[in-house]
């Protein structure tokens, strides 16, 4: 690997604390051990600027709502998630901080990019901020919550996926009226 130099701007506080790391794990150069410091906080790469934006209220409300009338992302995304977290809750280790992460990190990207393409392409990801889909995160993971007060967790847990038998007697109408019309 090519002898890097990475100037960086800390904090007296924030070096003293990168110092400490460093002899701790036995780090030989400050951008390793910031980047094992980021790695060990859990702290994802990121640009500053997300932290410092607006929640858009608007798409908070726009995406929960497509998102709360489309039955096969309910279906499909929500009921596992809801089940897991009910798993969670029954054996007490259920964390809702951890919840909201797993939820904006998968669930709320997912509703974006089906929004987008349902809509001809609009928001993308890159449009809606992290502040927004925290926000929105948020509201599902209290919506979950919710849902296992209200039904209890062995009452989730019990949901089942209903499968919907045809009925015969449309579909044989329905061949019968296509035969008929050719």
Partial sequence: MP???????LLEAEYELLKDFKEKNGLKTDYQGLKELVKAL???????????QE?????VDELKLWFDNDGQMYKSR???????YARKKKRGI??????????KNNLVNDIIKA???DMGGTPTLQEINMATRKKLAEEIVDRIEGEINDEGVEGVLSYKQEVKPIDRTNLENWVKDLETST
């Fill in 3 to 9: 002898n890097v130099h990475v100037e960086t701007r």
């Fill in 42 to 52: 859990d702290i994802p790469d990121f640009n500053q600027e997300q932290f410092n």
């Fill in 55 to 59: 929640i858009q209220e608007e798409w």
């Fill in 78 to 84: 929500y009921i596992p998630f809801l089940k897991n």
């Fill in 94 to 103: 259920y964390e809702k901080e951890l919840a909201i992460k797993g939820i």
């Fill in 115 to 117: 929004y987008s393409k």
